[in-house]
């Protein structure tokens, strides 16, 4: 794929960013690896020969699986793929609702999907994407597909999600169970502003076979408020409100909250042989992929 920015193959990011995410892959905790061929397989063993797709040469990859052929024409190496007798599922829940319209958050959801469709379709892994705007009706749905012929399919769905409703969290991931089926990585990118318990939508994941990646991306007003006098809150989704006098008094009060829901979801994420972690729409996306992704060990 041309890395070329004189046409961009998507809106998302700059094609020099989609060619480093080329040469990367998903690395989830509970998923075994077929150290021969650099895939992830299921646990229950036994994959076919059947040739799926190449990929890009990355250190670590058994040279057996190198095409010496195309390498001969191209002088740049490229694995052979194969697919599994039940591959691996990334399963992209987009949280669509409005309060992820606030200061980008939503923009770096997508773009953040996008990454991670990415290395999964470049890696023979099927690639589903949800997003969940509306209480009681159905997510959009990008229903699975493969292969590098699947990038446009969905970065354009990817790029036409439109931001608006009320789902909280807990209901959008009981939505998207409803339909999914297949073990694998899901990864969930929300801000996760709800009122509800998110406990019970994580081991409905956990049950269904999905290892849980969680993006909580958040503004930096909201990371960081600046806050003085006396203010009116308004529920973007609900239209509550809430008057507050002397809300600097209570600036401390939201951080110690603030702090603890990170140090609560990394537990209950954990817990469930998952990873969290808390994003800022202030950070550069070429940070977030290839430091604090590559650092924690949610890519490779």
């Not at 269904?208 to 993006?215: D, K, N, P």
């Not at 509550?240 to 702090?259: C, N, W």
Request: net charge negative.
């Amino acid at each position: 794929m041309s890395s070329s920015n004189t046409t961009r193959f998507t809106a998302l990011f700059d094609n020099s960013v989609l060619s480093r995410l080329e040469r990367l892959r998903l690395n989830p905790l509970r998923r075994l690896t077929v150290r021969s061929r650099g895939e992830h397989q299921t646990g229950k063993g036994g994959t076919s020969t059947e040739f799926s797709d190449y990929r890009d040469y990355v250190p670590g990859d058994d040279v057996k699986n190198v095409d010496w052929n195309i390498f001969s024409r191209l002088n740049r190496p490229y694995i052979k793929l194969y697919r599994h007798e039940e591959e691996m599922h990334v399963v992209l829940l987009v949280d669509a609702s409005t309060s992820m319209q606030f200061e980008g958050k939503l923009d770096l959801a997508k773009q953040l999907a996008g990454a991670c469709g990415l290395m999964g379709l470049m890696n023979s892994e099927r690639v589903s994407v949800y997003a969940c705007h509306h209480l009681g009706k159905s997510p959009e749905l990008l229903p699975p597909c493969s292969g590098r012929v699947s990038l446009r399919r969905v970065f354009k769905f990817l790029e036409g999600i439109q931001g608006g409703g009320d789902t909280p969290l807990e209901a959008a991931v009981d939505a998207v169970l409803r339909t999914h089926r297949g073990r694998g990585v899901v990864v969930l990118l929300s801000d996760f502003l709800t009122l509800g318990d998110v406990n019970p939508a994580l081991n409905a994941l956990f049950s269904a076979g999905l290892e849980i990646h969680a993006v909580q991306i958040l503004s930096e007003s909201e990371l960081h408020p600046e806050i003085t006098g006396d203010i009116r809150l308004i529920d973007s989704e609900t239209g509550d409100t809430l008057d507050i006098s002397g809300a600097a008094e209570l600036f401390g009060i939201y951080q110690d909250q603030l702090a603890w829901q990170e140090i609560q979801l990394t537990a209950d994420c954990q817990k469930r042989s998952g990873r969290f972690l808390r994003v800022s729409t202030n950070t550069p996306l070429d940070s977030i992929l290839f430091d604090t992704f590559r650092r924690k060990g949610w890519i490779r």
